[in-house]
């Protein structure tokens, strides 16, 4: 697993860093990859239709149409292998 190193980090943050890690009954390290992973991650997964959506681009199936879709399904279901004996 990775390491990171912090250095000049003044001695009053490291200070708040200890206090607040020990409030909530963890580890100095433990609580700082708990922050770090907090400011990186969301919160919720991002759905990306949904994100489109909002942003004004509408999903490919109101674009295309579903009666677009049908000829690639019918292609693919006549394309099966069909047992000869």
Do not use: Y
Request: proline share 7%; aromatic share 4%.
């Amino acid at each position: 697993m990775p390491a990171v190193t912090i250095r000049n980090l003044p001695e009053a943050t490291h200070r708040a860093l200890k206090a607040r890690a020990a409030l909530h009954g963890r580890s100095t390290e433990a609580k700082i990859r708990d922050i770090i992973e907090g400011a990186v991650r969301p919160q919720a997964r991002v759905r990306l239709g949904s994100e489109l959506a909002a942003n004004g681009f509408a999903p490919a199936q109101k674009q295309l149409g579903w009666q677009s879709l049908r000829p690639m399904v019918t292609l693919r279901q006549r394309r099966r292998p069909t047992a000869s004996w």
